[in-house]
């Protein structure tokens, strides 16, 4: 059975830090799209950054407006794992965060089941 599974959210004042991981298991993602998405209260899912494959060792990486020079993304194929790096959080981060698993083909797509961040001012 595949799982992604998210951790690392919390609460944190503005200008902290937080390390989101999403764990997946099931099957190895080391060529797909590791992607990272987050929704607020009463506003629609958005993406914030995703990690592509380009061959070897090699991965591209993508970022929101809203996020770039704040978040990184990086991924342990040997864990299986991917990684925000949040930095420099605003208030207006707090969501619920979720990774996804694109194949980029007809096969399916993977969601986490998300893990809340809140950033007090």
């Known amino acids: 059975q595949v799982q992604l599974v998210e951790s690392g959210g919390g609460l944190v004042q503005a200008g902290g830090s937080l390390r989101l991981s999403c764990a997946a298991s099931?099957?190895?993602?080391?060529?797909?799209?590791m992607g990272w998405f987050r929704q607020a209260p009463g506003k629609e899912r958005e993406f914030v950054a995703r990690?592509?494959?380009?061959?070897?060792?090699?991965?591209?990486?993508y970022y929101a407006d809203s996020v770039m020079g704040r978040f990184t993304t990086t991924r342990d194929n040997a864990k299986n794992t991917v990684y925000l790096q949040m930095n420099s959080l605003k208030p207006e981060d707090t969501a619920v965060y979720y990774c996804?698993?694109?194949?980029?083909?007809?096969?399916?797509?993977?969601w986490g089941q998300g893990t809340q961040v809140s950033v007090a001012s």
């Open positions: 996804n698993a694109d194949p980029e083909s007809n096969a399916p797509v993977y």
């Open positions: 099931g099957r190895t993602f080391s060529t797909y799209v």
């Open positions: 990690s592509r494959w380009s061959g070897g060792s090699v991965y591209y990486t």
